[in-house]
């Protein structure tokens, strides 16, 4: 039961689509607007930047429900972390995109 609260249909059985979606489109457009837009936004104004960042990109994901909004928080962190050190979304994006290759690995 707890498998499919974390994985969901998307990436239980994932079709051409939600390969597309999982492995490009979404890592492209959320690290856009998470780390470029809304980190960066926060780190020009000497705010607590990784925590805010990590907490609004899970609760992005709270439509899936909350134990997948949870699961997300730690990768969340991690590229928030990662935007931090190199100033680079691209570099999140392609992370992004390794961890959810990951998660469709496991769950699928």
């Known amino acids: 039961m707890l498998i499919t609260e974390l994985c969901g249909p998307r990436l239980l059985a994932p079709d051409a ?3 597309l979606l999982l492995l ?3 890592p492209l457009l959320e690290e856009c607007v998470f780390r470029a837009g809304l980190q ?12 805010l960042s990590t907490i609004a990109f899970a609760l992005l994901h709270l439509g899936s429900g909350w134990p997948h909004a949870l699961a997300v928080a730690a990768p969340g962190l991690a590229l928030a972390l990662l935007y931090r050190r190199t100033r680079n979304w ?4 392609l992370a992004h995109s ?4 990951f998660a469709i690995s496991v769950c699928g």
Do not use: H, I
């Open 17 to 19: 689509g939600a390969w």
């Open 24 to 26: 490009l489109l979404s």
């Open 90 to 93: 691209g570099w999140c994006a």
């Open 98 to 101: 390794a961890m959810n290759g």
């Open 40 to 51: 960066e936004w926060l780190m020009r104004r000497g705010a607590a930047a990784v925590p």
